[in-house]
């Protein structure tokens, strides 16, 4: 009696807890005693007045009991309730790893924030996808299984370029809007014919932007990847201290273009500064340095947009403004709304401007006059920017398409840039103006040092897509001899592993560029020139070139056993990239991974995540 008193004056989670324990009946109020478990016969001391030891053991012990008789008082749990709550995967389970790994995948492979396993409602789903699992804690899943995963995927990579028999490079600096630096560094190579696109780091990068400090984070991070005596080419953008950083002391391949260093620049921001050191302690042989085609096709187009009369850059200025209108104007959208959104204009990407005045051109005019804008285009303004596009509209097309990823783009350089100066030619009979004219200058004078690039030479002959269809008659001499001493270099017993799958074929390109040459179906002769060339650069210009929409991989990998020396070096000069793009895009993930409401995301938690995101699949 004295026993149902005391509880009765007692809190709710206090009777609750002790309903699990045996007590002793000759007690008195406020004394210790100790009471037995129901469930695991374990003494516990306490008290009816101080139950927290008690309260501890069932949660430590007896968990899902202990929830779920404070949960619901009243009902009594059957036995299969019970067995059912408390059966949970254990740590080493397979299961419990199999959903943890894919848990981990589906929080970075969607950019989610890793408090997502705080949610209850997350919780609530998991408990329903499966009630063996156990969710982890943030703390556990940021220290441990995210660093164990990182490392599971870099060793992996790893072990992958290892296999590769050469890397190429792209590398960048990048800043935050938290105004942090960044380095990121993309690698790609060949294996069993496929083009290979991954991450090789995207960490911070602390100090001055010298070239010496470039230079110095590069080398740690090749070291640590043990890929420092397969890099073939590094790509970067046109900014000087990335230029200077991989150039070898008293010789560089392309020229610093100062007159325009201040537009070389891409749309992240960087910090430039002097370096007043010229002793970067480089090492002898390093590897080869390319500039981006990418933003040196860029400073072309703005090049002749300097050019242009004032009366376009006004008409270009006034379309400019009515886009802007339209997109903060609710009424202007909705009058709108049945035609493409207006797409505004990125000061740092000049084919982003051209879109801008192609999706105002595709709104009627009728159309456009219905919006309460005090800026109005004529007819003839039209008219004006509709020949500004078809002046730039080869020029869009080379951007686009000298920046894939995953396809071979280090042959296009060459055959884009005679292209683009044929196409020219023909638009200059319809348009004879100042902008023409500097965008023939232009292109002759920043371009025309890829054509003369030995690495883009022959990227060009091994592509079976061009071989030497881009050259004219005296430059097949030049072009054979380059490819003729290069293969000379090259062991006669090396054969590049041939995958017994064939890549996926990549999809057609737009080839109004290459109207220049002649048809893939024209075979030319064998030896135009009358050089001395090796049996396989024979067989090789014997077969006909085959369609522009598609893989040149494929080809080699069904001729790689009869052409074993070329296809050595089709494995090595196809991987180049032409452009930066690729870390580009590792900045543009960087950036949705560390958005405002995650600044405070630890770096090394930052890498990790990254390294999950970016090269995850490669376990798949």
Same mark, same amino acid.
């Given at each position: 009696?004295?026993?149902?008193?005391?509880?009765?004056?007692?809190?709710?989670?206090?009777?609750?807890?002790?309903?699990?324990?045996?007590?002793?009946?000759? /007690?008195?109020?406020?004394? %210790?005693?100790?009471?037995?478990?129901?469930?695991?016969?374990?003494?516990?001391?306490?008290?009816?007045?101080?139950?927290?030891?008690?309260? &501890?053991?069932?949660?430590?012990?007896?968990?899902?009991?202990?929830?779920?008789?404070?949960?619901?008082?009243?009902?009594?749990?059957?036995?299969? @309730?019970?067995?059912?709550?408390?059966?949970?995967?254990?740590?080493?389970?397979?299961?419990?790893?199999?959903? &943890?790994?894919?848990?981990?995948? /589906? =929080?970075?492979?969607?950019?989610?924030?890793?408090?997502?396993?705080?949610?209850?409602?997350?919780?609530?789903?998991?408990?329903?996808?499966?009630?063996?699992? @156990?969710?982890?804690?943030?703390?556990?899943?940021?220290?441990?299984?995210?660093?164990?995963?990182?490392?599971?995927?870099?060793?992996?990579?790893?072990?992958?370029?290892?296999?590769?028999?050469?890397?190429?490079?792209?590398?960048?600096?990048?800043?935050?809007?938290?105004?942090?630096?960044?380095?990121?560094?993309?690698?790609? /190579?060949?294996?069993?014919?496929?083009?290979?696109? +991954?991450?090789?780091?995207?960490?911070?990068?602390?100090?001055?932007?010298?070239?010496?400090?470039?230079?110095?984070?590069?080398?740690?991070?090749?070291?640590?990847?043990?890929?420092?005596?397969?890099?073939?080419? *590094? +790509?970067?953008?046109?900014?000087?201290?990335?230029?200077? $950083?991989?150039?070898?002391?008293? !010789?560089?391949?392309?020229?610093?273009?100062?007159?325009?260093?201040?537009?070389?620049?891409?749309? +992240?921001? #960087?910090?430039?500064?002097?370096?007043?050191?010229?002793?970067?302690?480089?090492?002898?042989?390093?590897?080869?340095?390319?500039?981006?085609?990418?933003?040196?096709?860029?400073?072309?187009?703005?090049?002749?947009?300097?050019?242009?009369?004032?009366?376009?850059?006004?008409?270009?200025?006034?379309?400019?403004? =009515?886009?802007?209108?339209?997109?903060?104007?609710?009424?202007?959208?909705?009058?709108?709304?049945?035609?493409?959104?207006?797409?505004?204009?990125? $000061?740092?990407?000049?084919?982003?401007?051209?879109?801008?005045?192609?999706?105002?051109?595709?709104?009627?005019?009728?159309?456009?006059?219905?919006?309460?804008?005090?800026?109005?285009?004529?007819?003839?303004?039209?008219?004006?920017?509709?020949?500004?596009?078809? *002046?730039?509209?080869? !020029?869009?097309?080379?951007?686009?398409?000298?920046?894939?990823? #995953?396809?071979? %783009?280090?042959?296009?350089?060459?055959?884009?840039?005679?292209?683009?100066?044929?196409?020219?030619?023909?638009?200059?009979?319809?348009?004879?103006?100042?902008?023409?004219?500097?965008?023939?200058?232009?292109?002759?004078?920043?371009?025309?040092?890829?054509?003369?690039?030995?690495?883009?030479?022959?990227?060009? /002959?091994?592509?079976?897509?061009?071989?030497?269809?881009?050259?004219? %008659?005296?430059?097949?001499?030049?072009?054979?001899?380059?490819?003729?001493?290069?293969?000379? @270099?090259?062991?006669?017993?090396?054969?590049?592993?041939?995958?017994?799958?064939?890549?996926?074929?990549?999809?057609?390109?737009?080839?109004?560029?290459?109207?220049?040459?002649?048809?893939?179906?024209?075979?030319?002769?064998?030896?135009?020139?009358?050089?001395?060339?090796?049996?396989?650069?024979?067989?090789?210009?014997?077969?006909?070139?085959?369609?522009?929409?598609?893989?040149?991989?494929?080809?080699?990998?069904?001729?790689? @056993?009869?052409?074993?020396?070329?296809?050595?070096?089709?494995?090595?000069?196809?991987?180049?990239?032409?452009?930066?793009?690729?870390?580009?895009?590792?900045?543009?993930?960087?950036?949705?991974?560390?958005?405002?409401?995650?600044?405070?995301?630890?770096?090394?938690?930052?890498?990790?995540?990254?390294?999950?995101?970016?090269?995850?699949?490669?376990?798949?």
């Amino acid at each position: 009696m004295l026993k149902e008193n005391i509880l009765s004056d007692l809190k709710m989670s206090s009777k609750s807890v002790l309903e699990h324990f045996t007590v002793p009946d000759d /007690f008195q109020n406020g004394n %210790t005693f100790k009471g037995k478990c129901m469930h695991c016969g374990t003494l516990i001391s306490g008290s009816y007045k101080v139950t927290s030891n008690f309260v &501890t053991h069932m949660k430590r012990k007896h968990r899902d009991l202990y929830i779920l008789h404070s949960e619901n008082k009243e009902i009594q749990p059957t036995l299969t @309730q019970c067995i059912k709550k408390s059966v949970k995967y254990s740590p080493s389970d397979p299961k419990q790893l199999e959903m &943890t790994n894919a848990l981990i995948m /589906f =929080i970075a492979g969607d950019l989610l924030p890793l408090s997502i396993v705080e949610s209850e409602e997350f919780k609530n789903l998991m408990e329903k996808a499966d009630t063996k699992y @156990q969710v982890p804690s943030r703390k556990h899943l940021s220290s441990k299984l995210l660093h164990e995963k990182s490392v599971e995927i870099k060793n992996n990579l790893v072990n992958t370029l290892k296999r590769a028999e050469s890397v190429c490079l792209t590398i960048d600096l990048w800043s935050s809007r938290q105004m942090r630096g960044f380095l990121g560094i993309t690698g790609h /190579f060949i294996l069993d014919w496929a083009m290979k696109s +991954v991450m090789i780091c995207c960490k911070r990068f602390k100090g001055r932007h010298t070239a010496e400090s470039i230079r110095s984070e590069y080398e740690e991070v090749v070291t640590s990847f043990e890929i420092g005596f397969k890099i073939a080419a *590094i +790509v970067s953008d046109n900014a000087s201290n990335m230029v200077k $950083a991989f150039s070898i002391p008293g !010789f560089d391949d392309f020229k610093v273009d100062h007159e325009s260093s201040d537009e070389e620049i891409d749309d +992240v921001d #960087k910090e430039i500064e002097d370096d007043q050191s010229d002793d970067l302690h480089l090492s002898d042989c390093l590897p080869k340095h390319s500039r981006c085609f990418a933003h040196t096709l860029q400073l072309v187009v703005k090049d002749g947009l300097k050019d242009c009369s004032p009366h376009l850059k006004t008409v270009i200025t006034k379309a400019s403004n =009515i886009v802007s209108f339209v997109r903060k104007s609710i009424i202007a959208s909705e009058i709108l709304e049945d035609y493409k959104r207006l797409q505004a204009a990125n $000061a740092t990407r000049w084919n982003s401007q051209l879109h801008m005045i192609c999706s105002v051109l595709n709104v009627p005019e009728l159309e456009l006059d219905k919006i309460d804008c005090k800026t109005k285009l004529s007819s003839y303004e039209r008219k004006l920017l509709s020949e500004l596009c078809t *002046i730039l509209e080869p !020029f869009d097309k080379a951007t686009v398409l000298v920046q894939g990823e #995953k396809t071979v %783009t280090a042959s296009l350089p060459i055959p884009v840039t005679l292209g683009l100066k044929h196409q020219l030619k023909l638009i200059s009979v319809d348009y004879n103006c100042k902008m023409i004219k500097s965008l023939k200058s232009s292109v002759e004078e920043r371009l025309f040092q890829f054509v003369e690039d030995e690495a883009y030479i022959l990227a060009s /002959f091994l592509d079976p897509r061009f071989k030497t269809r881009w050259c004219e %008659t005296e430059q097949i001499d030049q072009c054979l001899a380059v490819v003729k001493d290069k293969l000379s @270099q090259v062991p006669t017993s090396s054969e590049p592993p041939c995958d017994q799958n064939s890549p996926p074929c990549k999809r057609a390109k737009n080839d109004d560029l290459f109207s220049f040459m002649p048809a893939p179906s024209v075979e030319r002769k064998r030896n135009p020139s009358g050089i001395s060339v090796s049996s396989e650069m024979d067989d090789y210009l014997s077969d006909n070139c085959i369609n522009m929409s598609k893989d040149p991989l494929l080809y080699w990998h069904s001729n790689c @056993q009869r052409l074993p020396r070329l296809a050595k070096l089709a494995v090595q000069y196809l991987a180049i990239p032409a452009t930066s793009a690729p870390v580009e895009r590792l900045f543009s993930t960087a950036g949705k991974t560390i958005r405002p409401e995650r600044c405070r995301l630890a770096d090394g938690t930052f890498e990790k995540l990254m390294m999950v995101k970016c090269n995850g699949k490669m376990l798949k």
